[in-house]
């Protein structure tokens, strides 16, 4: 089992910068993706970044050069640092984590609500 625990979202101007962490516990050495997904109102969950074990990272092409993903090992977290934000990254985001030998995220946290005012 692993928990996922997101923090830091809230409420940002459009051009600000807002960064969320991703909290991890439970059996992290069997993590082998980490990742961020997004869900906007009325919108299906969309991928928006993911680190694997060996830091290799993927990002959708809405935020290239805008959010970075990285991850603190001792500290057993992840973050999404986001700059630049505009109105449409307006969403709910989640953190989700899958396992070495699954084809699929298998574990999600809560969600954290970010909105983006113009």
């Known amino acids: 089992q692993v928990q996922l625990v997101e923090s830091g979202g809230g409420l940002v101007q459009a051009g600000d910068s807002l960064r969320l962490a991703c909290a991890v516990s439970?059996?992290?050495?069997?993590?082998?993706?980490m990742g961020w997904f997004r869900q906007a109102p009325g919108k299906e969950r969309e991928f928006v970044t993911s680190?694997?074990?060996?830091?290799?990272?993927d990002y959708a092409e809405s935020v290239k050069g805008r959010f970075t993903i990285s991850r603190d090992i001792l500290k057993n977290t992840m973050y999404l640092q986001m700059n630049s934000m505009k109105p449409e990254d307006t969403a709910t985001y989640y953190c989700?984590?899958?396992?070495?030998?699954?084809?699929?995220?298998?574990?999600w946290g809560q969600g954290t609500q970010v909105t983006v005012a113009s």
């Open positions: 989700a984590a899958q396992m070495t030998g699954s084809a699929k995220c298998d574990y």
């Open positions: 439970g059996r992290t050495f069997r993590v082998y993706i």
């Open positions: 680190i694997t074990w060996r830091g290799n990272t």
